[in-house]
C-alpha cells in the first residue's frame, strides 16, 4: 500500500526529503507546492515528481493523503492546523510551532481525528541519543544532562536567511534562538524517560552591528544571538542547553552535541570525540557514533543548497544505526544530520502505513518544542523561573 504525499515549501532543506520520499516503496505520488512557484517547478522537474499546486490551499483541497512541511520556522503551527483540518497526515519539519496555544491547538487536532503526526527532529536519530537511548540502564539514575545547538551564524545562516528571506531577510535573521530548540533539547529527552517541567534562561545581547540582531530590524523584537536555560526535570534532575548564533565553534563538522551524567556512569561529547566513562575508566566510541559520508559535497543532487550548509545534507549513518530496518530504496541516497534523514522518512512513512504512532508524534514534539518557547519567555523576563506545560503522552 502507498499514499500520496505534498510537500509544502520547495527550500533548501526540502530538496533532499523530496528525493527520499520519492524514493521510499510505501510513497505514491508526490506533488509540491511554494510560494515561488519557480521553485517548485524546479523541484518537480530535478527529481522527476508528480506535479504542482498553485498554493497550499489547493493541496490540502486535494485527495493527497499526507503532506510534509518544509517552510520557515515560524510557519509550521498554522500550516500544520490547517493540514489536520482537511484530514491530512503530517510530518512537519522543526519547531513543531513557535507558542503554546499552537502546540495545543497541534496536539487536540491529532487527538481527535487520530490522524498522524511527526515532528522531524534530526537529534532522535542522532547517533550519540541513539547509544545512549540503547545504554540508559548501564548510567544509572540520570540526574544531569546537556544538550548544545551551536551553529554560527557565519557558518551557513547567512546564506540561508537570504535565501528564504528575500530582500528583507534580516527581519527574519533575527529569529531567537530558543525558540529553535528541539536539535539540543530533543537530543536528551530523545533517550531520557521524562520531560522539562521548569526553566530559567539568560540571554546575550548580540553586539555584531550588521543589522541582523536589532529589535528595530527583527520581526521578533529580537536582539539576543546567544541563549542558555536551566530546566529542571520531572523526577529530580536538571538539562541544560545551550543556543549560539555567535559562537567561535566549527559547527559544520558537528552542530548539536551531548553529555550524560548518572550515578553510575557518564557520556560526553567534543567535536571531534566521544566517550562513555564509568567509576572504572573510559572508553573511546567515537568511530561507532562517527557518521559516515553519504555523498560528495558536489554531488548533483545538492543542487541549490548553500555550500555553508552542504555538511548537513552529506552525512551517512553511523556504526551505532540499524540500517536493516530502512527499504534497500534509500541505501546511497542523500542523508544528512548525522545519517538522521533515512530514519525521519522512514518512520513517517511506517506511521502512516501501518497506522502505528511515530516516535516524535505530537506529545513528544511538545515535549522537545514547548520548553524553548517557555525559555524564551524567561529570557526576556530576566531569567525569571517559568512552569513548562505538559499535555502528557499519546493515548493508548
Known sequence: ?????????????????????????????????????????????QHGLAGTFED???MLASGLDAVAVFTQRWTHGPLVAAA??????????????????EIAAIVERVRRTGLV????????????TVYVRRRLADLGRVFYAEGDYVHDMDLGFYDAYRYSGGPDWRATASYPPMLYPTHAVGGVLGALPTHAVSVSC???????????????VSMFGNDVSNATALFELAGGGSMRTNEFRRVGYPSHLKESRFRFFGTEASFEQTVNQSVWQDKE??????????????LDEDDPSLAGVSPALR?????????????????????????????AHHFLV??????????????????VAARFTLPGIVAHESMRRGGERLPIPDHGEAPA
Open 1 to 45: 500500500m502507498t499514499f500520496s504525499l505534498g510537500i509544502v515549501g520547495a527550500g533548501q532543506f526540502a530538496g533532499s526529503f523530496a528525493k527520499l520520499f520519492h524514493l521510499h516503496p510505501g510513497v505514491g505520488e508526490v506533488h509540491v507546492t511554494d510560494l515561488l512557484p519557480e521553485r517548485a517547478r524546479a523541484l518537480v522537474d
Open 56 to 58: 497550499v490551499g489547493s
Open 84 to 101: 489536520l483540518d482537511a484530514g491530512k497526515h503530517v510530518y512537519s519539519a522543526v519547531p513543531m510551532a513557535i507558542t503554546e496555544d
Open 117 to 128: 503526526y511527526m515532528m522531524g527532529e534530526t537529534s532522535y536519530y542522532n547517533p550519540a
Open 202 to 216: 539568560l540571554g546575550v545581547p548580540d553586539t555584531r552591528g550588521d543589522g541582523v540582531f536589532e529589535t528595530s
Open 281 to 294: 575508566g573510559f572508553t573511546d566510541v567515537t568511530d561507532l557514533l562517527r557518521a559516515r559520508p553519504s
Open 311 to 339: 555538511a548537513a545534507f552529506v552525512s551517512g549513518c553511523a556504526p551505532v544505526h540499524d540500517r536493516a530496518r530502512l527499504p534497500k530504496e534509500l541505501t546511497g541516497a542523500p542523508n544528512g544530520h548525522e545519517g
Open 346 to 363: 522512514d518512520d513517517f512513512v511506517r506511521s502512516v502505513t501501518d497506522g502505528t504512532v511515530p516516535p516524535v508524534d505530537a506529545w
